[in-house]
């Protein structure tokens, strides 16, 4: 029997934006009885159902709480090891160090790392490799160097599962190393001390989603109790340290990192938002201070104002700048950092124009039945090819891969992002082991990789032949999902404030997308560079008015159509999500626009 395909959502086949709405599967009568027990309105029993919630788990969505959800540490392979090498490391004070990777989740892993053993009395030497000069990961003479300076034990972080070659040579040299990740790993593992990565294909499962700085917690939690153990606190001279408190960095680093937010990262984001609204973390309180933060700050805000600034470092300018940042307790000095890394932050966006412009005219060369929308140039600058990459996705509607090409080495260093239902990972991972990359390594959504250009055109291939059937079953560009419809009026404050009930929200728990069908838009003008500011209201013109802007909407169809809405009064059917807006001191709710389309 063919299934018979299901209607578009208010019949939209093909929005203003390419896409066909369809209202996101969810159970009428358990989204009708998870409101209930909740104490909820319906519609968000819907966006419930419609994001995997059951009776069963409902409690724990709703109240996400460490004390259920963590695990004990010790159920992960190489943790005990790890805790007991280090424990005995610090005990004796032997010269450690951490090496981290350069984007925020490397960033706050490293520094949840530095506090952790300052708060010990012991130093620990980070060392953030320069992206542009060495690239990824360990590389053999950062690690010579370590152990040139006295140090006897490393710690990666947000790195080292596939860095088989460097560890080696970290041993030859006399080092020892504890791998602490999550990237995809392979059969062999390399040679240290302990590999501990949730995703290693020996480990049981459950925690996959784990960012690298979630790990790098759960060692914070590890060591502290075999140090416990071993009698090193004392509650006159040494007392043991708040590791909640350091929350905040495992939020962040979550959240910036898109792994999903669900079971225990949705109880380590949910609580790391409380601390970090507390601002006892003088980096982050600078960061949010040169970010412009007006509200109390939620998942939003730690991905799209606080998370591109501590990139920046690492993109263009000093890679250890977010890690001293966010270790960081002098009010002063961390003010300086953070205006540094905001001016990083606008130098990166320029520089971000010019490569997205030649990146969409290279986006144009591919075929529409490419499973991968893979583009690559010379001359790029490579620090910004991961946002690129995001932005080639969305416009594509399917993965997409950036590839800057370096004509002197002949090598090409790409950054991909993928779709739900796409492992981008995967799928590099095994690129690399049919011999088409340098590197490569990642996860579900993002991946990265180094491939000499000669062999560019066969990874392409070989990628495409890979991601085919994945992409169309995922249905890449065809969808926009849409939890419900509401009316100008019921858009309001009161129905914000229980969607931040079903909080945070980012990847595995997307923010709810509502549709207002035919509204009318009563005014609409251009603000900042390409957005959209329109005032709404029912149909008729009548009623409540709702706010709304669409932000970088007017290089297609969907800006332009708003403006012209404005001036004929017809109506146009609307998606979006709502959102705070906090003005002088005021808060207001405003629709956030995504999508339109004719009725």
């Not at 998870?34 to 709703?62: C, F, K, T, Y």
């Not at 530095?114 to 590389?139: C, H, M, Q, T």
């Not at 959240?255 to 609580?271: E, F, H, I, K, S």
């Not at 991905?303 to 977010?322: I, Q």
């Amino acid at each position: 029997m063919t299934a018979v395909a299901e209607a578009p959502f208010l019949g939209v086949a093909r929005s203003l934006q390419g896409r066909r709405w369809r209202l996101r599967n969810a159970d009428e009568r358990l989204a009708l009885a998870l409101a209930q027990r909740a104490g909820l309105p319906e519609v968000l029993g819907r966006v419930l159902a419609g994001r995997g919630v059951d009776p069963d788990s409902l409690d724990d969505h709703l109240n996400p709480s460490l004390r259920r959800l963590l695990p004990d540490p010790s159920r992960f392979r190489d943790m005990d090891a790890a805790a007991d090498r280090l424990a005995a490391a610090i005990i004796a004070g032997d010269s450690v160090a951490v090496f981290g990777d350069y984007d925020v989740d490397g960033a706050t892993s490293s520094a949840l790392l530095a506090r952790f053993f300052a708060s010990l009395g012991r130093p620990l030497r980070v060392y953030i490799p320069d992206r542009l000069k060495e690239g990824y990961g360990p590389n053999a003479p950062a690690l010579r160097a370590l152990a040139a300076e006295g140090v006897k034990l490393v710690i990666t972080v947000d790195c080292g599962t596939l860095a088989f070659a460097p560890l080696e040579d970290a041993a030859a040299a006399g080092l020892e190393v504890v791998v602490v990740d999550h990237h995809l790993a392979e059969p062999e593992l390399p040679r240290a001390v302990a590999v501990i990565n949730p995703n290693r294909l020996d480990e049981q499962p459950g925690f996959g989603q784990l960012a690298a700085v979630g790990v790098a917690f759960l060692l914070v939690v590890a060591v502290n109790r075999r140090l416990r153990e071993r009698g090193f606190y004392n509650a006159d001279t040494r007392p043991e340290p708040d590791l909640m408190g350091w929350l905040d960095l495992v939020a962040l680093g979550t959240v910036c990192d898109v792994v999903p937010l669900t079971g225990v990262n949705r109880a380590l984001v949910a609580q790391g938002i409380r601390i970090l609204r507390g601002r006892g973390n003088a980096g982050l309180a600078a960061l949010a201070d040169a970010a412009g933060m007006a509200e109390p700050p939620g998942a939003y805000h730690l991905g799209f104002l606080m998370g591109p600034r501590v990139n920046a470092g690492g993109r263009v300018g000093r890679a250890d700048l977010g890690t001293r940042l966010l270790a960081c307790d002098d009010p002063r000095e961390a003010a300086a950092m953070a205006a540094e890394l905001d001016r990083y932050n606008r130098e990166r966006q320029e520089i971000e124009a010019g490569v997205l412009a030649e990146a969409m005219a290279e986006l144009e060369h591919v075929p529409d039945e490419a499973a991968l929308a893979l583009v690559a140039r010379a001359g790029w600058h490579p620090g910004v090819i991961g946002i690129v990459a995001a932005r080639i996705r969305e416009a594509a509607g399917r993965p997409s891969f950036v590839i800057a090409l370096d004509d002197e080495s002949g090598l090409g260093k790409g950054s991909g992002r993928s779709i739900p239902g796409v492992d981008l990972g995967a799928a590099v991972v095994a690129a690399g082991q049919a011999g088409l990359l340098v590197n490569g390594g990642g996860h579900a959504m993002a991946a990265g990789l180094t491939v000499e250009a000669a062999k560019l055109n066969e990874l392409k291939a070989f990628l495409n032949t890979r991601l085919a059937a994945a992409v169309a079953a995922a249905g890449a560009s065809a969808s926009l999902g849409i939890d419900g419809a509401l009316g100008i009026g019921g858009a309001n404050a009161a129905l914000f404030d229980q969607l931040e009930k079903l909080g945070p929200y980012g990847s595995g728990n997307p923010e709810p997308r509502f549709a207002l069908p035919a509204a009318r838009v009563v005014t609409a003008d251009v603000v900042g560079e390409k957005h959209v500011r329109c005032l709404l209201a029912a149909a008729d013109g009548g009623g409540p008015r709702l706010r709304a802007i669409a932000f970088r909407s007017l290089d297609g169809e969907f800006g332009p159509a708003l403006l012209q809405a404005r001036q004929t009064g017809a109506p146009l059917h609307l998606a979006g999500h709502l959102r705070a807006d906090h003005w002088r001191g005021e808060r207001r709710v405003q629709f956030v626009l995504e999508d339109a389309a004719r009725p």
